[in-house]
């Protein structure tokens, strides 16, 4: 679900993904305006939806390796999208999540191992 706001009247709607993908973006009920998606949550949102999560799980008796399989499926789905974005896609990440030193860093020893492979096929 999300949330959709009016811009002419305020008046908001709660949109499930299901009804846009049927039926594309909603018009107010009010006024006939186009209404737009307000953002999903607001960092203090989140940090409150991760607290209560976290809490649901600790009163269930979960712990961290419980969620390993979920954390490694979607991490694993993120890096297949990236890897199949191509080149600069992958970079894109890698400067991202390494910082533009490190990636760099990487990148020079994979061309270097590269330099050297094709001495020894010489
Ligand atoms: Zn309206």
Do not use: F
């Not at 679900?1 to 908001?12: D, E, I, L, N, Y």
């Not at 269930?60 to 890096?79: C, K, P, R």
């Amino acid at each position: 679900m999300r949330t959709w706001k009016c811009p002419a009247c305020g008046q908001t709607e709660e949109i499930s993904y299901d009804w846009l993908a049927a039926r594309g973006g909603p018009v107010c009920g009010q006024c006939d305006h186009d209404m737009e998606l307000q953002p999903e949550a607001t960092a203090i949102e989140y940090a409150a939806v991760v607290d209560r999560l976290a809490d649901k799980a600790d009163d269930n008796g979960l712990e961290a390796e419980d969620i390993d399989e979920l954390v490694h499926e979607l991490a694993a789905s993120v890096a297949a999208d990236v890897n199949n974005g191509g080149l600069d896609e992958q970079l894109r990440y890698l400067v991202d999540g390494l910082g533009a030193q490190y990636a760099e860093r990487q990148l020079n020893e994979l061309i270097e191992n590269r330099v050297d492979r094709r001495r020894e096929g010489e």
